[in-house]
Structure formats: C-alpha cells, structure tokens
C-alpha cells in the first residue's frame, strides 16, 4: 500500500477526479438509477440526493477519524426526511455504498491507501444502518451486506495482486490441444494467440475458460481459480487411461460439462448458459465465422454451493469428502454481478475476434487459390511465360540432360545440362528430330514401343540406351521419360531426363573385375590350403613316426642333448599337424559344412564337457550352463563352438578353480549366448585381434595352442548368420557373447538371412 499522507500534486489531482467521479456515479449513474428501479426515488429531492451523496463521499475520504460516526447520524437524518421506513433507507444507504466502493477497487493508481477508503465507506454504511430509528438492519439486508463485502474484498485482492487464482500453473494431465484432430481455430489463430485472446477475459474474472473446436476437439484450456481447479484435477483422477480414454470414459465431469455446454452453443448458434458438474456455471457462445460455426468460447462462473445437501452430492459424486469441498468452497471468494456481466462481454468480443482471424484465414487461403488459378491462367495466355516457367520446373541448372519433344519428336526445350552431355547448343538443337543424338536415323521397333507405353500413360520407369555427342563420340546414359499434358488432359510432349552413365559403366566393370579376381584367389587359397594341409600332414607323420622309433630303439646310444634334440623334432611336428587340422577346420566351415537342421543346445552342451572330460578333471574347472535351447543349425559346427569357447575358457584360467558358465536370452527371434569365466581377461585394445587367424595374445610357453580357435569361432557363427564379441577385464575374466538366429534356411545360405543385431 502507498502512504496516504502523500502531498504531491499528481496524488491530489487523483483523489479530486476520483471524489468527483464518485459523486458524479453515485447521484447520476449508480445510486439514483437503483432507487428508481426499487421504487424509492421520490420526485422532487434530486437536492437532498446530491446532499446524501455529498456527505457520504466527503465521509469516506475525511482524515478525521469522527467523521464516519458524525456523517452517520446526518445521513440518518436526511434519510428520515426522504424516506419513512427503516428498510427503505438501509436499502438505499447500501446500494450508494456499493456503487462507491466498485469505484474505489476500480480506480485507476491513486496514490493513497484504497483499502483505508474501503473500510470507511463500511464503516459509515454500518453505523447508518445501526442508527436509523434505532434498529439493527434485517437479516436479509445483513446477508446482502456481507456478501456484497466478500465481493468487494475479491476485487480489492486482485488489485493488490493477492487472489487464489492461477491462470498460468500448467494442469497435471498436460494440453488437451495435442488431442485436437481438427485444429481449424488452433492452425488459423495460433496457441500464444488463443492464450492472449483467452488471457484478457479470464484475467478479469479469475475462474476457468474453454476453446473447443467445432467437432468438440479443445484448443485451448485454462483453469484459474482453486475451485475449477480442484474440481477438474479431482474428476480426471476418476477417468481411466489416457487423456482421450478419460474424455470418451464420461467420468471426467468437469471436461464433459465444459465440453457440452460448447457444443450445445455450436448446436444452437446462440450464447448458452447452463449449470456447470462442478456446482457453478458455464456461459458458452459460438465462434461463426462467415456462415460456418467453427468453435465455441466459454467461461465459468458464479459461487461454489455451500449448502450442506448440495456439498453431499457434489461429494458423492467427485467421490471425494463434502468437509474437503466446503473447505474450497469457503475460499472461493465471490465475483461482483458487473464483473461477470463484463466477463461475458469480453466473451462475445473474443468470439468475434477468433471468428475474425478465422475468416481472414480462410480468405488469405482463397486468395492463395485465386493467385494460383491467375497463374495458371496467364501462363495459358503468354507462351513464353509459359516456356519460363516450364524449363525453370525442371531445373535449368541441373547437370542431367533435361529436354522435351513433341509428338513429332522435335526437340522443344533444351536445358544447359544437355548442352553439356551432347555438345548441341538452344539453337542449334531447337526443332531438330531427337534423333539427332540417337544411333539411329529414325524410329525403330524399340523406340516405337516405348513411345505407345507413354501413349498410352504407362511410361517405363527408367531405361538405358547408348547415345551420340556432336563430336560422334558415343555415351552410355539412363534414361527418365514422362509425358506432358495439357489442361484438357491431352498428352501435347514427351519429358526426357538423361544421365551420362559413363563412369557408372566403368565402375560396374572395375566391379565386376575385382569379384571375378577376388573369388578366383578365394577358390585358389581354398585350393592350395586344402593341398598344402594334405599334402603336409604326409611329411609329418613320418618325422613323428621317426622321432619315435630312435627314441624307442636308439635312446640308450643317444646322449641327453640328442634325446632333447629328438622330444623337440617331436613337439614341433605335434604342433605342426595341430595347426594344420586347425587349418582344415577353418577352410571346410564353409565349403564342408552340413545342412541345417533342428538342433538341441542342451544336447551340444553335454557332448562338448564329454569331449573336455580330461582337461575339466585336470583343472577341477566348474561348467554349468542354464537351459539351452533347440535352433536351426549345423551341429557339428555347434560342437567345435561350444569345444572351443569352454576349451579357451579352462586353458586361459588363473590359479583359482575355473568357472565357466552359460546363460542364454531370446528376443525377437534371437539368441545371445552368454560364455562368462572367471580367467585371466584381456585388454580392450584386443577385442578385435583375437577373432583373426593366427592371432596369439601370448607365448606358446605361457599357453599352448595354434591361435586358430577363436578364429574357426568366428567363421563358424559367420556361416549361421549371427555375431560373436568379447568384453573383458584383465584379472576379472570375460564374457564371450555368441548371437545366432532361432530359424535359418535349410542350406545354411548366409546370403539368405540378415545377420541379428548386437
């Protein structure tokens, strides 16, 4: 509040404008008019009026603090001489008293305390009414009074910026507008518009308002006062589902009511004023834009029931306590009639307004299709306006080949990527046979045939020819024909798109090449390792066959360096046939591998520990696997799988007792494997090499082995169409995972699956 005491001159000029303008309102235009109305006016005593007015105007911004006390006993004596029943007077003393507080909460910044003036202006009311001839006013008039104070104190609150309400706190449900399917008001008006236009009538009165589009759909929603706004939040909570599925339920009684209340305005294109689920009202008027209603607008208003039988009801039905709702109730501060009547004002202001922007909507759209059809209609009437626009469609900067010919195969247009592919300038081209830069010198049997599929509006989609430049140099290109109508629907000219495919050409060979080269040096590796690992292991039989029989017969006329010498020719040549039998497993994955068929996991599972039995007792490892399914597969494949990712587990282990274990997972047709050990782990600047053939992490006296088995590992579970990766820690184990397709074809063709996703 500002400090009454000020002295300044802009302050005083308020205060005078402000008692002349109450004075002027409350003789002319507020309390007269009422007095006529209720028969209390008597002809005559328009002075005494003037002089009532006068002294209750000059009450209310006295400083003295007796002036409401002394003011009081002179109304009640002028009030006496004009009227001769108490009732009458109190009437006419409270009627002036409320059409002088309205005007002090609606003034304009005084500069003083506006509260201070209020309680003088009931001040004085009250103590006139107590003194005239000595009676206490009526109950009625008491209830009347009071709730005319509720009203005003309402008005005060929200010119201090203090009332309940909250136009801007968003609901918990989120926009409703996101359900709007039809969007003529929400496209054509815009959100921040609508919430303006919805802004200016809902700040006036604080209570709730509604947009909704003509099928019912709501633009725009704003629950302001903490009655709407718990009755809405309260109803919602009793809809099942979504927003839409609470919409369609019934159960949303605030929504509903809001809603048909609009489409009852809609229906009637009249203003509708209805009682609201929610125990108030709801005035709703349609939006007619030029003869079309597309929409309603619609407020809530009036005073939450504080009877206890409606409360019980209203209870019963929210499924929530009456205590609770009396308790809202008795917050919701009541709105004075005039504000109400201006609230409904701005209603119909703002359904003009939409029903305005709307329309200017829909003439901008004509106006758009009326450009449109002049368009089209200056492009019939100027050719070369016509020719413009036509090569300016097509892009004349394309680097394609872009032209058109007439049904006589002249060349009508001509862009400068055909200048560029051909070597023909415009004019040189311009009503020239197209045949110009064909093979042949006229039609033939091909040509003619696709020259009846554009005929007849089937034009092929896209084809390949070979054509002539100026220079005689022939160019291979892909051709793109279309035909032109005109606006009778008559094909008038055939559209060619043309692409040099020279250096596609070149690449497809070079393509070509390189897979003849590369299957042919595949088939050639194929060969030579299948030869070689034959033809090796021969040899090495017999240097171990050898190697044996001088350690057997000959070991006592050996020294301990030639025995030594021996045992290494003899591990050499192990480890030499140990690779090459990796090798053959690595080159027959794909050239030897079985059919697939069902296979049981389960089954594999047990086979591969029965294989292990010897290196599993050795190193007391521990092998568990959850239950495995049945998938297509080759099952052979699946054994040495399984063999190698449970064998690399328990060779790679550390000093603890190995456990291995696997977990599998099926989802959408997949299934990911789980090999997880509790070994020695790895780097993850390995995850890759490890899967390359020959590809050892340590030493062959660290760990022995080929470096083959992850490798055949990989191959195998490429040929089945799946994906296999490692994720490890160095001391903590790894987990080696294996994704394989449930289902393949039955030749195992890799060609024919996608491989699953990791």
């Not at 203003?271 to 597309?294: E, L, S, T, W």
């Not at 872009?402 to 195969?409: G, K, P, T, W």
């Not at 997949?670 to 790895?682: P, S």
Request: net charge negative.
């Amino acid at each position: 509040m500002r400090d009454s005491t000020s002295s300044t001159q802009p302050v005083e000029n308020s205060v005078s404008e402000l008692r002349r303008g109450l004075l002027d309102a409350a003789v002319s235009g507020g309390w007269m008019k009422k007095l006529r109305a209720k028969s209390l006016y008597i002809a005559g005593k328009e002075d005494l009026f003037q002089t009532i007015a006068q002294v209750f105007v000059d009450a209310i911004f006295s400083t003295d603090l007796r002036m409401p006390r002394d003011c009081a006993v002179v109304l009640c004596e002028l009030l006496e001489s004009l009227l001769f029943e108490s009732e009458p007077c109190l009437k006419a003393i409270t009627s002036l008293n409320s059409e002088v507080c309205k005007h002090i909460c609606t003034a304009a910044d005084l500069g003083i305390d506006t509260e201070v003036l209020l309680d003088r202006a009931t001040n004085l009311m009250t103590l006139t009414c107590m003194r005239i001839k000595g009676n206490p006013p009526s109950q009625d008039l008491e209830s009347g009074a009071r709730d005319a104070l509720n009203r005003i104190q309402w008005l005060l609150q929200k010119s201090l910026g203090t009332t309940d309400s909250d136009s801007r706190a968003p609901q918990p449900y989120g926009d409703l507008s996101e359900l709007n399917t039809s969007r003529i008001i929400l496209e054509a008006v815009g959100d921040s518009l609508l919430k303006e236009i919805l802004d200016d009538g809902l700040n006036l009165l604080e209570t709730s308002a509604a947009i909704f589009e003509a099928n019912g759909d709501c633009a725009l929603s704003i629950k302001a006062s903490k009655w709407c706004r718990f009755m809405d939040e309260r109803s919602r909570q009793l809809a099942p589902g979504d927003n839409q599925q609470a919409i369609d339920s019934g159960k949303w009684h605030c929504n509903q009511s809001c809603r048909e209340t609009s489409m009852s305005a809609v229906a009637s294109g009249m203003p509708v004023d209805q009682p609201c689920n929610g125990g108030i009202r709801i005035f709703a008027v349609p939006i007619k834009a030029g003869n079309d209603i597309v929409g309603s607008i619609n407020i809530g208003y009036g005073d939450p029931p504080k009877d206890k039988t409606m409360l019980d009801e209203l209870a019963a039905k929210y499924e929530t306590s009456s205590e609770e709702l009396s308790n809202q109730s008795q917050k919701y501060h009541s709105r004075p009639p005039f504000i109400i009547e201006q609230s409904k004002k701005r209603l119909l202001s703002a359904a003009h307004l939409i029903a305005e922007i709307v329309e200017r909507r829909r003439g901008k759209m004509e106006i758009q299709k009326l450009n449109m059809m002049l368009k089209e209609r200056i492009r019939e009437l100027e050719p070369a306006e016509r020719e413009r626009l036509k090569l300016a469609d097509i892009v004349e900067q394309s680097n394609d080949a872009i032209f058109s010919v007439d049904l006589e195969s002249n060349v009508m247009s001509w862009n400068s990527g055909a200048e560029k592919i051909y070597g023909y300038s415009q004019e040189e081209i311009l009503g020239n046979s197209i045949y110009t830069i064909t093979l042949d010198d006229g039609p033939t049997p091909e040509t003619e045939a696709i020259r009846t599929m554009v005929m007849a509006g089937t034009p092929p989609k896209m084809l390949e020819a070979v054509h002539k430049r100026k220079d005689g140099v022939e160019i291979p290109v892909a051709l793109t024909i279309s035909c032109i109508r005109n606006e009778k629907d008559k094909i008038t000219e055939i559209s060619v798109i043309s692409r040099d495919i020279t250096e596609k050409r070149k690449s497809e060979e070079a393509l070509k090449k390189f897979s003849r080269d590369l299957e042919r040096s595949n088939n050639e590796l194929k060969q030579f390792a299948f030869a070689a690992a034959h033809d090796l292991q021969e040899p090495l039989r017999a240097m171990a066959n050898y190697s044996d029989l001088l350690t057997s017969r000959y070991a006592a006329n050996l020294d301990e360096r030639a025995v030594k010498y021996i045992n290494r020719i003899a591990e050499s040549s192990e480890r030499m046939q140990a690779l090459i039998q990796d090798l053959l497993h690595y080159s027959r994955v794909d050239t030897h591998g079985k059919p697939f068929t069902v296979v049981d996991l389960e089954e594999v599972f047990l086979s591969a520990t029965k294989n292990l039995r010897i290196a599993i007792e050795e190193s007391n490892a521990i092998v568990m696997a959850s239950k495995l399914p049945k998938i297509q597969a080759d099952r052979s494949q699946m054994l040495l799988l399984f063999q190698n990712l449970i064998g690399n587990a328990i060779k790679y282990r550390r000093k603890e007792t190995p456990q291995i274990s696997i977990s599998p997972t099926v989802e959408n047709g997949v299934l990911t494997l789980d090999f997880k050990d509790n070994g020695i782990g790895m780097e993850e600047e390995h995850f890759e090499r490890i899967f390359v053939i020959f590809q050892r992490l340590h030493t062959r006296d660290e760990y022995p082995g080929t470096g083959m088995g992850l490798a055949i590992c990989k191959r195998i579970v490429d040929r089945h169409n799946g994906a296999i990766w490692v994720k490890s820690k160095p001391g903590k184990g790894s987990d080696f995972f294996v994704q394989l397709p449930l289902t393949q074809n039955a030749t195992g063709d890799s060609s024919a699956n996608e491989h699953p996703p990791r």
